[in-house]
């Protein structure tokens, strides 16, 4: 989920999604109980610890490490595409483009993207959208956001946002 490999074409999906998240994480939970009681009975009968019993927790060591340090999918297309965004936003309100559809940035697939009645640029990622919400990117150049409009509004760098907003 983190990643945004999964899509939720229906809320009930989402649920079911987060309910199989949570379970997997009571399982390592407990199963990091049971691993941590055994490991201490055996240095009770033994005197000392197996040099095996190191491994699994640099193991998940390692795992928790690598997922908090590599970027999310999303903040890698928004910091390739930035550049050639801007350039397609600023064209479009220079020329009076309300809609561009299917356009692709740097390998980053919009569909649409549109100048608001606010006066924002907003691209449509078209690998975040589902038929519960719309993500993106949105580009201030003339505009101030208004958060109230949109269910998750964050600054990002300069005049650009990242929005999600209902269907």
């Not at 407990?30 to 009681?37: H, K, N, Y």
């Not at 970027?71 to 309300?98: H, I, N, W």
């Not at 299917?102 to 649409?112: E, K, L, M, Y």
Request: one cysteine or more; glycine letters at 8%.
């Amino acid at each position: 989920m983190r990643y945004e490999w999964w899509s939720y074409p229906s809320p009930a999906e989402l649920i079911l999604d987060l309910g199989t998240v949570w379970l997997g994480i009571l399982g390592l939970a407990v199963v990091g109980v049971v691993w941590a009681v055994r490991l201490w009975r055996y240095r009770l009968h033994r005197g000392k610890f197996a040099w095996g019993s190191v491994f699994a927790p640099l193991l998940v060591m390692g795992v928790a490490i690598s997922f908090a340090v590599i970027d999310l999918p999303a903040v890698r297309d928004f910091d390739r595409a930035k550049d050639g965004m801007e350039d397609l936003a600023k064209s479009m309100l220079r020329d009076d483009t309300d809609t561009v559809a299917g356009v692709a940035v740097d390998g980053v697939s919009f569909s649409p993207v549109y100048v608001g009645k606010d006066d924002c640029v907003y691209f449509v990622n078209s690998d975040r959208n589902d038929t519960l919400s719309r993500a993106g990117w949105l580009y201030a150049g003339r505009c101030t956001p208004q958060p109230n409009t949109l269910r998750h509004l964050d600054a990002l760098v300069g005049d650009w946002y990242s929005f999600e907003q209902e269907s």
